[in-house]
């Protein structure tokens, strides 16, 4: 993969605060046109990333490059052909929705009229132009949310950073908007950086994602990788015969974390690789009349709390 | 760049100064202002207005209470309603976000005081009619005019310290209030704490000031420039991006 084809490279990028190792020596590379889901608990290095991309923070040591700009020297570049949704809406709660995008539309230079077209079309689209003259003030935290993002995207930005993009919108809204970064990932060959706690948005729309903790990335791959990476540890056999002395004696066994009868499904959660001919084998002598086996395909959500388990 | 600083302009304005929510609240501050520095004193004063010094003094008051009020707000205010990271994320640069920031509460009681003198002008015209155009003395109206421009500047070179460091409007407004009142008194307390014959040789002098009033003036104004040079410089070394941030 070329340069120009990479949206942000970081190189060991670490950001201390005095003791704080906010940001600890990450390295990922995000392809242009893709979309990048930043996940993490709370605190652990998601905003400080972003605004060391963004060129907000000064990076302790390491290196990193936003659209071939260079974070230290270029943070004005990436800046200007960039949108950003940080932690806050950061919405000027005191002029009205039209007000606040004509604003950003005017410090992005956008000539008048191609600005009221593009505020018209970006408000329909949202289901906001009817109550584009209120104050922003009298606005719900789903409305103001979906206002925040129409301005991140008012200038036709070629990267777009977005801090948990869908927090406080509806279930439907939350829907239409992964569309549309999905869209714009796809059809505009727009660069999408979003963080999330929702690991099921995640799953759903990111081509890559990267775990972070404590500042340190965790892992970096396609949301399949990752589960793959984790749901090994689970088998699941589908069958009839099951007891309470089998879940026993199952517990009981080395490397077996946990047992979960379901509805003809047994799970078992192993703490490590296992073979599954044991586990069959050892089933099919205590009379288990066995359908299918198959390998646990575990949720990223699964994989995301094994990984951070595992680091800790 | 000046578009950016112009475009920062419009938003304080409509944010401060013409804010929808205040409703007629946002204009009555001004209202009272204007009638009473641009109405009440001049009918009080006569015709003897347009020529009298005093005029010129409550001019300088102006910017005192108008730049005040909102360059307190400039930074504190955008951090308290938490919208100051979005506007630094923008492609706007430091320099542009500071002058932008600075000019709009400059502008502000720049236009506010003009609208004071030309108003009195006006009244002392309606009330007081000679049959021809009264007008103030050219000197004093273009030196009074020149020195709320500078006294504005600092002020608001003063209060983009103290909003920058400010966590709160409120806070930013009472630490800039404190400091102006600080720059006022600090030459009267000074003087009070003079030997008796240096106060006594002060009064002496003080008749003498009136002879070289312009050259005073001009010593007075260019101390402003220089105080001017000065706070902006400082508040560009001052506004950092990255630490703002933090802060």
């Known amino acids: ?312 | 760049m000046m578009q950016d600083i112009v475009t920062l302009i419009q938003k304080e304005w409509k944010e401060v100064v013409f804010r929808r929510e205040a409703g007629r609240q946002s204009w009555i501050s001004l209202v009272i202002l204007i009638g009473l520095v641009g109405i009440y004193l001049p009918y009080m004063n006569g015709a003897g207005w347009l020529q009298d010094p005093t005029a010129l003094f409550t001019w300088v008051w102006v910017p005192l209470f108008m730049t005040n009020g909102m360059i307190a707000d400039a930074f504190a205010g955008e951090r308290e309603r938490h919208t100051l990271e979005t506007l630094l994320a923008t492609r706007l640069s430091d320099t542009a976000i500071l002058l932008g920031k600075i000019a709009a509460s400059v502008l502000y009681a720049w236009i506010t005081s003009l609208v004071c003198a030309l108003v009195g002008a006006i009244t002392v015209n309606v009330m007081f009619p000679t049959g021809g155009l009264q007008f103030y003395n050219t000197g004093m109206f273009f030196g009074g005019i020149a020195a709320v421009l500078l006294i504005a500047i600092l002020i608001s070179g003063i209060g983009v310290f103290v909003s920058l460091k400010a966590s709160t409007v409120r806070q930013a407004y009472q630490k800039l209030s404190l400091s102006i009142m600080a720059i006022w008194f600090i030459p009267f307390i000074l003087l009070q704490s003079f030997p008796d014959e240096m106060q006594n040789f002060l009064v002496k002098v003080a008749p003498m000031l009136d002879q070289n009033l312009s050259l005073i003036l001009a010593g007075v104004f260019g101390l402003l420039v220089v105080a001017d040079a000065i706070m902006l410089l400082l508040a560009k070394k001052r506004f950092k991006r990255t630490r703002l941030i933090l802060e």
């Open chain 1, 1 to 312: 993969m070329t340069l120009h084809n990479i949206s942000i490279k970081t190189n060991d990028l670490h950001c201390q605060f005095g003791a704080l190792h906010a940001v600890d020596g990450i390295s990922f590379e995000v392809s242009a046109g893709t979309i990048f889901g930043f996940l993490g608990p709370n605190g652990a290095g998601k905003t400080t990333t972003i605004r060391l991309l963004l060129g907000l923070l000064e990076a302790s040591s390491g290196s990193a490059e936003v659209l071939g700009f260079d974070i230290r020297t270029q943070a004005d570049q990436i800046r200007l052909n960039c949108g950003a949704l940080l932690e806050h809406t950061g919405l000027y709660e005191r002029l009205s929705a039209e007000d606040n995008l004509d604003l950003f539309g005017r410090i992005w230079h956008i000539p008048s009229a191609e600005r009221q077209q593009r505020i018209q079309s970006l408000l329909e689209k949202m289901g906001l132009y009817e109550r584009r003259k209120e104050l922003i003030s009298s606005w719900s935290r789903g409305m103001k949310q979906k206002l925040a993002v129409v301005r991140t995207l008012m200038h036709d930005p070629k990267l777009v950073f977005l801090d948990e993009p869908t927090a406080g919108l509806d279930p439907l809204a939350a829907a239409n908007l992964r569309d549309d970064l999905a869209d714009l990932a796809r059809q505009h060959g727009v660069t999408v950086f979003l963080t999330t706690h929702n690991l099921a948005e995640a799953e759903k729309i990111c081509d890559q994602v990267g775990v972070i903790n404590k500042g340190k990335l965790l892992s970096v791959g396609s949301p399949d990788e990752l589960r793959l990476k984790q749901g090994t540890h689970t088998l699941v056999v589908v069958g009839r015969g099951f007891n309470d002395e089998i879940m026993q004696a199952l517990r009981a066994m080395p490397d077996v974390a946990g047992v979960e009868l379901r509805e003809h499904h047994l799970v078992v959660h192993f703490t490590r690789e296992t073979d599954s001919g044991t586990l069959v084998q050892f089933l099919a002598g205590k009379g288990v009349m066995i359908d299918e086996v198959r390998k646990g395909k575990a949720s990223l959500e699964e994989a995301f709390l094994a990984l951070l388990e595992e680091k800790e």
